[in-house]
């Protein structure tokens, strides 16, 4: 459903609830009226412990994210765009500052990043996505390389993707806050999984190791949430 269906839908069943804000919800999205929402995190700040400390988590949600958050609601108020879906706003990210793009991309990127992490994840994925991860990469083992030196080459702050391009599965890496649902990357497409490698990401636990916390991430991947976006 996009935003303008939903809130049509929300005004026939209001009748009862004028006061409440229409809330537009998505795995990797929360719009409550025309505010971006973090999503809940949904396990506790320690919960992917020994993998990701808890101060990490701690301050990455509640500083970092927050920070993208509010400074995104901002700078979309100010261009009027507050509010809409962010797929729409990224499709056109060039027409807009960069404010709008980094704090937005950081506002999206971490709501999937917590998505796509579980207390109860690692292990491998199974069904569709298995196979096209084998088909595409040959194993899953060979597609676990080649993730993790993408996520151990990007140079400086950014992130490692798997992403769905043109109904086929693709490593990508993008800088800052860029993302590939964005027109300004080069390398477009649906994001299912992504691993932060900013130094706040890991830098308290792991230092400079960054491949220490690219192998520890395989630990917290939530398959199951990954093959849900696979299928849509
Ligand atoms: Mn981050």
Redesign the pocket.
Known sequence: MNKRTFLKTSLFAGAGAILAAPVFSRSEERIVGDEFMQKPLGYEYDALEPYIDAKTMEL?YSK??AGYTAKFNAAAKEAGINGLPVREIFANVSKYSSAIRNNGGGYYN?NLFWKVMSPDGGGQPDGELMGAIEKEFGSFESFKEQFSKAAATVFGSGWAWLILQDGKLKITQTSNQDNPLMDICAEKGYPLLTI?V?E??YYLNYQNMRTDYITAFWNVVNWEEVGKRFKK
């Open positions: 990455h970092h994210h971490h932060d900013w706040h990401a």
